[in-house]
């Protein structure tokens, strides 16, 4: 069992940065494959960033290649994601994941557990 609570999340302008954080609680945080998603009201959750269980192995959505940077501390039991260049497009509700397996995943049925999410508003 994983409990996962995301914080950073909050009002910037076009071009700002932000870093969202993912902590978790349980036991099996840092042998378990992560992610962030994200969802904006009326559309389906999408896939932005995965990691596997050591943090070395990183996936990216197309549209936060080179922008978005995953990474974790297994010693801290923390999920990060950075975000920079962002876009008003990049609003939206930011949650992270938890997947039973150690590899990276990206589809939403593959993760187990999730966070309740952080809202990120870009203004233009």
């Known amino acids: 069992q994983v409990q996962l609570v995301e914080s950073g999340g909050g009002l910037v302008r076009t071009g700002d940065s932000l870093r969202l954080s993912c902590d978790a609680s349980?036991?099996?945080?840092?042998?378990?494959?992560m992610g962030w998603f994200r969802q904006v009201p009326g559309k389906k959750r999408e896939f932005v960033a995965g990691t596997d269980w050591s943090g070395l192995s990183t996936y990216y959505a197309d549209f936060v290649k080179g922008r978005f940077t995953i990474s974790r501390d297994n010693a801290k039991n923390t999920l990060y994601l950075q975000m920079n260049s962002l876009k008003p497009e990049d609003t939206a509700v930011y949650y992270c994941a938890a997947a039973n397996a150690r590899v990276i995943q990206v589809e939403e049925g593959e993760f187990a557990y999730w966070g309740q999410g952080t809202q990120v508003t870009v203004s233009s």
């Open positions: 349980g036991r099996t945080f840092s042998t378990s494959g």
